[in-house]
């Protein structure tokens, strides 16, 4: 699979499309004090009152330390409650309290505001059809094996935000709305990506930074930190092992002595050849269900969502760059 190839792949479509709604949202809601573990919370206890820690942070795919800061500040606040299951006491259950409502409120504003701008232009068809091709992937995903068919599908109204509804909706595809399955798809490909990363020895943040230099060899460490969303201080540590295993090269700036510019080794270029065909026999079973045609479909309108969610977040990144550098 070439590059150009993998980039427009659904698989690479859900997960960079989700990357950039949260983001997107994370910028719509900055001045209400809501990190993205907080309001990722929230808008799940919504619909998923009384689950346990462990089973949110599975689900949103939070390490537990930070996801506990998250529920600590959430509690301080007065917004949800955490309790002990009586069935068993190891086990903490977390349930959003009446006083939540004014913030999620203002969240689902922002998030119908967010949505009307990346969906401009699609109308009620091309999004049952989306959904019904990634309840086709997330049937594959959940079960390990890959569908015959698709699954009925009843389109609910679109969601104002993932896991937050206008009322509450039973288990049952009916309730399947393209948002929430979005968002479940990019969680468990996570899942089965990180699965295969581990049988060639590495993490999801270091395949990250290598796929980043490949797309692009010659970024500043400042700008991969921006695209693979990984703190400066982690990132710093994770070039510098990556570059003492062999992986990266860091070269000079000729504009710039002071700075530098990540590239591929070559030896690195030669193994992520044969590292992609793993990888692309994973993208044919998963695909294989939807066929061409909608394969095709699903994944051109994953790109448009995808660009306009682009031209609305890097005019704000440059603007906050701007105001950084006077």
Known sequence: MALSDLEHSCEFLIHDTVRLIRRRFDLAIRDLGLTQAKWRVLA???????????????????????????????????WIRRQTDPAD????????????????????????????????????DEIAEMLEGLLLIRSGLRSGTTPVCAPPVRPAPLPALPGITTAPQPPTPAAETYIGVLFE??????????????EL???????????????????????IAEATEIRPAALGRLIDALQADGWLERRSDPSDRRANRLFLSRRAQHLLAGMRQRFELLHAGLMRPLGPSRQQRLAGTLAWIRQRLLEQTLPTQEARRAGAER
């Not at 190891?90 to 999620?104: G, H, N, T, V, W």
């Not at 798809?185 to 581990?198: G, K, P, Q, S, V």
Request: proline fraction near 3%.
């Open 201 to 223: 020895g590495f993490t999801r943040n270091q395949w990250l930074v290598i796929n980043t230099v490949r797309r692009q060899e010659g970024l500043r460490q400042s700008a």
């Open 89 to 124: 006491r190891r086990i903490r259950r977390a349930y959003l309290l009446d006083e939540a409502s004014p913030i999620l409120d203002r969240m689902n504003e922002r998030f119908r505001a967010v949505e009307a701008n990346y969906l401009r232009g699609f109308d009620t």
């Open 185 to 198: 798809c990019a969680r468990l490909l996570n899942r089965r990506f990180d699965a295969r990363l581990a």
């Open 44 to 78: 799940t206890l919504r619909s998923n009152p009384g689950i346990s820690q462990s089973e949110l942070a599975e689900r949103l795919d939070i390490e537990r330390a930070p996801l506990g800061l998250a529920l600590d500040w959430l509690e301080q606040a007065g």
